[in-house]
């Protein structure tokens, strides 16, 4: 039995694709295509006639300005001089001002009496934790050291950072742990 292959497949139901005509599709390229030949031609023409226009008009102010400058160098004998005269410098050393300078240094504030601080990092119930935070602190590059205290009936021990002299050198040391996490510390005056 003889099978035809060829019907078979344009009885099946599929998409159609939409086709074209060769016309509308000479036509559709060919409009698009002037367009853009035509702003080009348009912008290259008023190039050339802007060209041309400063060719022919534009010399007019230009040698006017060139003729008075001509005519200034004469006036003062400049004219075949081929050397630039810099009268700046000149000038300049006329423009000088003089001002009076007062002498200032400036030396860091130095506190008459200063104050001993030690800043508290923390505070904890157990040893191995105290020591732990100590040891954080001493790789920082602080001297750090664990005191007891009794608060309540119960032993704390506190971690202190310390001494500093100055104000400004326990805020630093504040600054310094802040930026290495431990951000709840306490200022703590010593003497």
């Known amino acids: 039995m003889?099978?035809?292959?060829?019907?078979?497949?344009?009885s099946k139901k599929s998409p159609k694709k939409k086709r074209t005509s060769t016309k509308s599709a000479t036509k559709n390229t060919t409009t698009r295509g002037r367009w853009p030949w035509f702003f080009s031609g348009l912008i290259s023409g008023l190039f050339v006639a802007l060209i041309g226009y400063l060719g022919i008009f534009g010399t007019g102010p230009l040698q006017s300005i060139n003729n008075s400058i001509m005519v200034q160098d004469s006036a003062t004998g400049d004219l075949n001089d081929d050397s630039t005269d810099f009268t700046f410098y000149d000038r300049l050393s006329e423009a000088e001002v003089l001002v009076d300078v007062i002498a200032v240094e400036l030396e860091p504030e130095i506190e008459e009496n200063p104050a001993i601080y030690r800043v508290q990092a923390g505070s904890f119930n157990s040893m191995e934790d105290a020591e732990k935070l100590r040891a954080e602190i001493i790789l920082i590059g602080l001297e750090a050291s664990i005191s007891q205290a009794e608060v309540l009936g119960q032993t704390m021990f506190r971690v202190q950072a310390g001494p500093f002299i100055g104000n400004s050198s326990a805020d630093d040391a504040v600054d310094l742990l802040a930026l290495n996490n431990m951000p709840d510390t306490i200022k703590i005056v010593v003497r």
């Open 2 to 10: 003889a099978h035809d292959f060829a019907k078979q497949r344009s």
